[in-house]
């Protein structure tokens, strides 16, 4: 079992910023992957970055530019830094984590919000 605990989410003004934290606690695998998705109301679940325990990173092509993800083994804990925020990006992002031989979590989810 793993548990996902997120952090950091909130309501922030077009072009600003806001840092998402998700901390991994259980039987985590040397090898897996970490990474954020969103759902927007009416919309499907959608990856934003997910990252690799050797540091490979792939992101959405809406955020490229403007969000980086970024992790710390050694704390089980990915984070992502959103810059240049929009309303388009207002959403409850929920963080994931991936390893084969354990399967699929989701964290509990935050919501992120984003005034124009």
């Known amino acids: 079992q793993v548990q996902l605990v997120e952090s950091g989410g909130g309501l922030v003004q077009a072009g600003g910023s806001l840092r998402l934290s998700c901390a991994a606690s259980?039987?985590?695998?040397?090898?897996?992957?970490m990474g954020w998705y969103r759902q927007a109301p009416g919309k499907q679940r959608g990856l934003v970055a997910h990252?690799?325990?050797?540091?490979?990173?792939n992101y959405a092509d809406s955020v490229k530019g403007r969000f980086t993800i970024s992790r710390d083994n050694a704390k089980n804990t990915v984070y992502l830094q959103m810059n240049s925020l929009k309303p388009e990006d207002t959403a409850v992002y929920y963080c994931?984590?991936?390893?084969?031989?354990?399967?699929?979590?989701w964290g509990q989810g935050t919501q992120v919000t984003v005034s124009s």
């Open positions: 994931n984590y991936i390893a084969t031989a354990s399967g699929q979590y």
């Open positions: 259980g039987t985590i695998f040397s090898y897996n992957v």
């Open positions: 990252i690799t325990s050797d540091g490979s990173t």
